[in-house]
């Protein structure tokens, strides 16, 4: 008879791996009791949904990738990650106090130890590229290419700018902000995913279509979450820093974001059929992020699966 899977223990299993392994790269080679050291294991290890990691991982395993390389791919995405929010909250972005529940890396640390934290995190990350096991030099030189294009002045960089001085004036504006702040760094989630799973280019297209329709699901509930009323403490994040901001929900009032909400979470369901089929892992993860939201698109899943 087939072994059946826990899939919420696979899950907790696939997390430790990808925070057992952050641990060891940030203590590799670093002074262990530094300020610096201190800031980045800060910035990376502090209690993250880990959402991209395990997208990478959960995609991967669904397109059936056993590499050893996979959590350290993960672990380069999940880097990248903690070094934007720490430059996000700097008091020259969005000057942000708390974040995972916790004071900011730059209130914690100060500003100059929070910027170099979060240069060394992303430095961190290429270098695990570099070294992950057993990867082919041509994909490897991809994976690398990949996660350099997602950060750069067309990736991320450009998103936060567009944030800080874009005109934002129309649905469209935001939609390109959002997509470049939150959707790019969702995208090369599965983009890495498909690159070391050597995925044809079909499934790569619809796995990015999901994790973009996926970026634009997540930014609008991290907008609902910031609506005045709604609680730090559960948050972990300060609320009621969008007042006056040029976002969706402010643009387009709260009934038409949560219907455009809904929108994507259906777009983002479609992809993924279309690029995964029945394959449950991704599935299943993506319906535990968004089951809370007032529109699930997600429907119920069963709580076991069959391994690939
Ligand atoms: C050079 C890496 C680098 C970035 C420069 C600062 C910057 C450009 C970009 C900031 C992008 C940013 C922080 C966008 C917000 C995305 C977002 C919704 C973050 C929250 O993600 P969660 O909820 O956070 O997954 P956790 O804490 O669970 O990891």
Redesign the pocket.
Known sequence: MEARIDPAAELRAMREAVEERIAYWLLEGAARDDKLSAAMRAGALSS????RPLLTMLVARDLGCVSPALVDVACAVEL??A???I??DMPC?DNAQL??GQPTVHVQFGEDVAILA?IAL?SRAFGILAAAPDIPPAVRARLVGKLSET?GAQG??K??FLDLHGKRATVDDIATTNEL??GVLLGVAVDMAAIIAQADDKVAASLRAFALAAGHA??LR?DFQDVPGNDSAVTGKDTGKDAGKPTLINTVGLDEARRQLAGHLADAERCLGAALGSRQRTRRFVEGLFGGTAAPAFSAAAPSYAPN
């Open positions: 993250g949904k880990r959402m990248v990650h070094s934007s929010l430059l996000d972005m974040r995972r979060a992303l950060i991320l960089v998103g936060q702040k939150t997540f930014q991290d």
